[in-house]
Each structure stands twice: as C-alpha cells, then as structure tokens.
C-alpha cells in the first residue's frame, strides 16, 4: 500500500500559467494596440505616401489630358467630315487637276 502513494506526480510551474493569465487579463490593452500599429504601419503610412506622390504626379496628368482631349475633337471633327458625302466630293473634286475641271465645267 505504502508503494502506491509513494509515486507522486510533479505539479506544474505556475510561472507559465501566471504569464497566460496576465496576457489574457491585459488582452483590452495590447489587442486595440496591436490593431492601431497594424493600421498605421501596414496601412495608413503606405496609403499617405501614395497620395503625395499622386498628388505631385497631377499636373503632368492633368497636361496630358488636355492634350489628349484636344487631339479627340480634331480627329473627331476629322471622322465626321470624312462621313459627310459633299466634303468627300469637295475633296475630290480639288484633288484633279485643274484642266480636268475646266473640262468638266463646259
């Protein structure tokens, strides 16, 4: 009988257990922390740095658009000349050559 009781088991360190109920008793303060580092390291920094090079990028943009724009109306204007059947006609009629248009007036 005496050699039953005589195995005892060892009892757990405490220290480990104390530390995971310290984190978890502290968990409302280090979890909003660890989300607001998360955002301005992950996100926020990132996204600021990206608008001021956008922002420094803007003329140049806004430049080529107006070009690119006014390059639109003229090939615009262009298309819809060429879809007119008398400017087609014009147009042929200046390119012959003028004795041709004489002769084809009398």
Do not use: C, N
Not at 4 to 10: F, K, S
Not at 59 to 74: A, D, G, I, K, L
């Amino acid at each position: 009988m005496l050699r039953a009781m005589a195995t005892v088991r060892p009892i757990p360190s405490p220290l480990p257990i104390r530390i995971f109920k310290s984190a978890i008793s502290w968990s409302p303060v280090w979890v909003p922390a660890l989300l607001f580092w998360q955002i301005s390291v992950g996100g926020l920094r990132p996204a600021l740095a990206e608008q001021k090079r956008l922002e420094q990028e803007r003329p140049r943009v806004e430049e080529r658009h107006e070009e690119t724009s006014q390059e639109f109306e003229v090939m615009s204007a262009e298309h819809r000349a060429w879809d007119d059947p008398v400017y087609r006609e014009r147009r042929r009629r200046a390119a012959r050559p003028d004795d041709e248009a004489e002769a084809g007036t009398r």
